[in-house]
């Protein structure tokens, strides 16, 4: 079983700008009132393994498994029986950036913690991904 939600967002800003929100994992709270800490083992870097405390819930560990410089990249956190992936992607469309970020669940336990977790995550992604535009016109003003 497969579980997805996806949230989109346009800005003024550069990929760029989006990239290094991205990238700077510690600062992943000041983007995203659902987490309360976050932190990366070594370099943005396929493979490298980091952590994130949410706010309401135990911390867990991820692993990057996809990092497509200024284009793309995705974390996988291990759940029991299930894996919950979070895909980054942005792109320049005319005069404007384009983020996506869609959360995809898959595994046997997929019903449970869509139950548990997946509306909390839909409802609480389109204002994530909003107040990164935000944040990265921000930095390219």
Do not use: Y
Not at 107 to 132: C, E, H, K, N, Y
């Amino acid at each position: 079983m497969i579980w997805s939600t996806v949230a989109t967002a346009r800005t003024k800003a550069r990929p760029e700008d989006v990239w290094r929100l991205w990238t700077d994992v510690a600062g992943w709270r000041h983007g995203d009132d659902g987490v309360a800490s976050s932190d990366l083992d070594g370099a943005f870097v396929e493979g490298a393994r980091g952590w994130l405390k949410p706010t309401a819930g135990p911390a867990t560990r991820f692993v990057l498994t996809q990092v497509e410089p200024h284009v793309a990249f995705t974390n996988r956190s291990r759940l029991p029986l299930a894996t919950i992936d979070f895909i980054h992607t942005v792109q320049r469309d005319g005069h404007d950036t384009v983020i996506v970020h869609r959360v995809e669940m898959a595994g046997p336990l997929t019903f449970l913690f869509r139950r548990l977790i997946g509306a909390s995550i839909a409802r609480g992604l389109p204002a994530v991904v909003d107040r990164l535009a935000r944040v990265a016109e921000g930095m390219a003003a």
